[in-house]
């Protein structure tokens, strides 16, 4: 079976600095998708970044980026230039597109991120 | 163009009795899964319809029932609720590939609160 381990519960950034949020992975699966997934306070989960396994570059979406170490099974999303809108439970999570994982998005604890003025 | 609906947005029972909750998938979407998230923890896969068939479940009991219907809406049912099903109860819809993964958009939740 397939775990997430996102090992920072809460994290705090000033505004306009950048904050790494961490995330490991156990597979025995070569052909995976990592997601990173926002969640702020009484609203819904939004997709920000998506990394396919089989590809070596890191995914970028504007202010955020990933450091994807496969063999490391490490996952971590950068957020640059940090903003008082990215306050939010972020979620890490794992999917692979086929056997048991099929279809079904594991999900870290989640870190809560603060960013301050 | 419309994303994720689900309704109601919260909910009160009892011990013992049952609920129905909904989705609406966004436009173009035929897949719908469903999770179950406690507070302050991530979401579980409770399962997922593809087809109007459970293609995908997770450690859930039986107790979990759901439905899809032919305009890919879905139905998530809890029979004899326990105070532990209290959680969001989150839907997440996709377009089924022929390969690779899709990306899962979720819904705002419902809140079940069970007393």
């Known amino acids: 079976a397939q775990t997430v381990t996102q090992s920072q519960p809460e994290m705090s950034v000033q505004e306009a600095e950048t904050v790494t949020l961490s995330c490991t992975y156990d597979?025995?699966?070569?052909?995976?998708?990592l997601f990173w997934y926002k969640q702020p306070p009484s609203r819904q989960m939004i997709l920000v970044i998506r990394?396919?396994?089989?590809?070596?570059q890191n995914a970028t979406e504007n202010r955020f980026s990933v450091n994807f170490q496969k063999a490391a099974k490490s996952f971590s999303l950068k957020i640059s230039d940090s903003q008082l809108g990215d306050t939010a439970m972020y979620f890490c999570?794992?999917?692979?597109?086929?056997?048991?994982?099929?279809?079904?998005?594991?999900f870290g604890q989640g870190t809560i991120l603060t960013v301050h003025p | 163009d419309a994303g994720v609906t689900q309704s109601p947005t919260h909910l009160i029972k009892t011990r013992g009795q049952q609920v129905t909750l909904r989705c609406s998938p966004k436009?173009?979407?035929?897949?719908v899964s469903w999770y179950q998230q406690a507070l302050g923890q991530g979401p579980q896969f409770i399962f997922q319809?593809?087809?109007?068939?459970?293609?995908q479940r997770g450690n859930f009991p039986d107790r979990f029932s759901g439905h899809q219907f032919p305009n890919y809406s879905s139905e998530l049912n809890v029979n004899a609720l326990l105070l532990g099903d209290s959680a969001l109860y989150l839907c997440?819809?996709?377009?089924?590939?022929?390969?690779?993964?899709?990306?899962?958009?979720f819904g705002p939740g419902t809140r079940l609160l069970v007393l």
């Open positions: 436009s173009g979407h035929d897949t």
């Open positions: 597979t025995s699966e070569s052909n995976y998708y």
């Open positions: 999570a794992f999917m692979s597109p086929g056997g048991t994982s099929y279809g079904k998005l594991t």
């Open positions: 997440a819809s996709s377009l089924s590939v022929g390969e690779g993964v899709e990306t899962q958009y």
């Open positions: 990394q396919e396994a089989y590809k070596q």
């Open positions: 319809y593809y087809e109007e068939e459970e293609r």
